[in-house]
């Protein structure tokens, strides 16, 4: 993540995600989603949002790893939703 771009006009927001991915163990996850749901994606060409969502899935993937999850673990049709 440290090495993309980050000062287009969804620079500043955009940081402040990157920064809370890049510190997941010190962020509530309740303030992740808050971010993610206050940002304008409208606003955003496509191969930005495929780059963001890219580092968000690597990051909370990664995230869950160190923590001894699976790196992919969502819950079949009929199942309870695993989330958190």
Known sequence: MGGHDRTGP??????E?????ENL???QPCQLIGL???IDWTAG?????SVVLHEAS??????GEK???EPIDDALPGEPVRVF
């Open 58 to 63: 690597v990051s909370i993937t990664r995230h």
């Open 45 to 49: 060409d496509s191969p930005t949002r």
């Open 17 to 21: 995600l990157f920064r809370r991915l």
């Open 67 to 69: 923590r001894g999850l």
């Open 25 to 27: 163990k010190h962020v």
């Open 10 to 15: 969804h620079g500043a927001v955009l940081n």
């Open 36 to 38: 993610v749901r206050s």
